[in-house]
T-cell receptor, first 114, second 110 residues
Framework: NAGVTQTPKFQVLKTGQSMTLQCAQD?????MSWYRQDPGMGLRLIHY???????DQGEVPNGYNVSRSTTEDFPLRLLSAAPSQTSVYFC?????????????FGQGTRLTVV | LAKTTQPISMDSYEGQEVNITCSHN???????ITWYQQFPSQGPRFIIQ???TKVTNEVASLFIPADRKSSTLSLPRVSLSDTAVYYC???????????FGKGTTLSVSS
C-alpha cells in the first residue's frame, strides 16, 4: 500500500516554463488537495477536489490548474512558472466517511523556479 | 473555518511531558479539532482528533474543555524524535481543504 505518491521529488524550472506535478493515491479516497509550503510557514491550500470531475479553489490558486479525471490521480499544473512559485508542494487525500477525518500527505515536491 | 492561535515555539528535554495549547474562540458546533505533526522535509502526519472532553491514543492525548474554545495536545515523555512542528486545525471539512497556521515548533534536547 503506497499511500499518496508525488512525483517528481525535486524539480528546477526556468521562469515561464510549464510543468505538471503528479499526485496519485491508492486508498480509494474521494477527497484530494494540493498545498504549498514556503520556508518557515504553514501549508497553504491551492486547490482541492471532493471527487472525480469536481475541483475548487483554495487560498492561493493563481498560477495553478488542476483536474480530476480519476479517483486516483490529481495533477497540479503550473502554467507559466514564476520565482514566487518556488516552494515545497504537498498533495493529500482523505476519505469522507464522516466530518473531521484525517488527511494523508505525500512526501512533497521541492520546486525551484529560476 | 475557525482561526487558531498557538505558541510559535516550545523547548523541552527528553523524558518531560509537553503540553501545547491551541486557542480557537470561534469554533463552530460541528467543528472537530485535529492535530498534525510535521518533520523537516516531510508531509504532515495526523496525530489525534477530538470533539470534546479527552481523547487518547498511542501517541498523544487531547484535552478539550467544555466550552471548546481551546484544546491542549499532550505528549508524554518526549524524546529527541518528537522534535517537529505541530499544527492545530479546527473545522468540519472531512480531511480536505485544510487551513494550516504556522504551527508550534517543538525542540527537544537531551
Amino acid at each position: 500500500n503506497a499511500g499518496v505518491t508525488q512525483t517528481p521529488k525535486f524539480q528546477v524550472l526556468k521562469t515561464g516554463q510549464s510543468m505538471t506535478l503528479q499526485c496519485a493515491q491508492d486508498m480509494n479516497h474521494e477527497y484530494m488537495s494540493w498545498y504549498r509550503q514556503d520556508p518557515g510557514m504553514g501549508l497553504r491550500l491551492i486547490h482541492y477536489s471532493v471527487g472525480a470531475g469536481i475541483t475548487d479553489q483554495g487560498e492561493v490558486p493563481n498560477g495553478y490548474n488542476v483536474s480530476r479525471s480519476t479517483t486516483e490521480d490529481f495533477p497540479l499544473r503550473l502554467l507559466s512558472a514564476a520565482p514566487s512559485q518556488t516552494s515545497v508542494y504537498f498533495c493529500a487525500s482523505s476519505y469522507p466517511d464522516r466530518v473531521g477525518t484525517e488527511a494523508f500527505f505525500g512526501q512533497g515536491t521541492r520546486l525551484t523556479v529560476v | 473555518l475557525a482561526k487558531t492561535t498557538q505558541p510559535i515555539s516550545m523547548d523541552s528535554y527528553e523524558g518531560q511531558e509537553v503540553n501545547i495549547t491551541c486557542s480557537h474562540n470561534n469554533i463552530a458546533t460541528n467543528d472537530y479539532i485535529t492535530w498534525y505533526q510535521q518533520f523537516p522535509s516531510q508531509g504532515p502526519r495526523f496525530i489525534i482528533q477530538g470533539y470534546k472532553t479527552k481523547v487518547t491514543n498511542e501517541v498523544a492525548s487531547l484535552f478539550i474543555p467544555a466550552d471548546r474554545k481551546s484544546s491542549t495536545l499532550s505528549l508524554p515523555r518526549v524524546s529527541l524524535s518528537d522534535t517537529a512542528v505541530y499544527y492545530c486545525l479546527v473545522g468540519q471539512e472531512a480531511g480536505t481543504a485544510l487551513i494550516f497556521g504556522k504551527g508550534t515548533t517543538l525542540s527537544v534536547s537531551s
